[in-house]
């Protein structure tokens, strides 16, 4: 079993609708939760960090994390077509190495 | 805006070619990462490292060394290429302390090993 999991997809939604990407883990170690988003041919960019439990909101992009489900959601709301990449979670735990365990990402596209 | 270049976007080599990837980050960021990028499992980290002349092994080192003489590069090296090394290369830094898990990653060195 890997350690985080994510749904590759892909997703297809028309403009306009609410996103929502999860994970899920099994390390409860995990302290430090990230969400990078990914174009086509370039590398991961950070989006969203949040540390422990709870919610984190910037613009159109909210994080939830759920320690106690061992759960973390990424939603985007008013979804653009320039949102369409790929969508990595990412975790690590309080050693605060920066090593960071990896979902293998889910593709979205958003149709205008 | 911090910039992290990786000297080749595609390389194409040999089995058995001793392989250099090359990183350069300009915002003077202690920590300094090489992940690879496989369809299906993710990003898995090779090496790392914290400061100049470090360096610690990730979650697959086997196949891969690494050299760090200067803060702002680093360098992965495939000492004798294999084809099932063939992936996308990241390279990616962070600042460190706090903010050890806020990476910048470069665009991808995208190897092909024949």
């Known amino acids: 079993q890997k350690e985080v999991e994510q749904d590759p997809g892909p997703l297809s939604v028309p403009e306009g609708a609410i996103v929502s990407l999860n994970c899920t883990y099994s390390n409860s170690a995990f302290q430090y939760f990230m969400w990078y988003r990914q174009y086509s041919r370039k590398g991961p960019e950070l989006l969203m960090y949040t540390y422990s439990s709870g919610n984190k909101e910037d613009g159109r992009f909210t994080a939830q994390v759920d320690k106690s489900s061992k759960y973390i959601s990424l939603f985007i709301r008013d979804s653009q077509p320039s949102d369409s990449a790929t969508y990595l979670c990412?975790?690590?735990?309080?050693?605060?190495?920066?090593?960071?365990?990896f979902g293998q990402g889910t593709t979205l596209q958003v149709k205008p | 805006d911090v910039k992290v270049t990786q000297s080749s976007r595609y390389l194409v080599k040999r089995t058995g070619e001793k392989v250099f990837l090359e990183c350069v980050q300009d915002m003077d960021h202690e920590n300094m990462f090489w992940y690879r990028q496989d369809p299906g499992l993710g990003l898995r980290l090779i090496y790392f490292?914290?400061?100049?002349?470090?360096?610690e092994k990730g979650d697959i080192p086997e196949g891969y060394s690494v050299s760090r003489e200067k803060k702002e590069r680093f360098s992965l090296i495939l000492e004798s290429a294999s084809t099932n090394q063939t992936s996308m290369y990241l390279c990616?830094?962070?600042?460190?302390?706090?903010?050890?898990?806020?990476?910048?990653f470069g665009s991808g060195t995208q190897l092909s090993v024949l």
């Open positions: 990412a975790m690590s735990s309080s050693s605060n190495t920066g090593k960071l365990i």
């Open positions: 490292s914290y400061d100049v002349k470090m360096k």
């Open positions: 990616a830094s962070s600042l460190g302390g706090a903010t050890n898990e806020k990476l910048f």
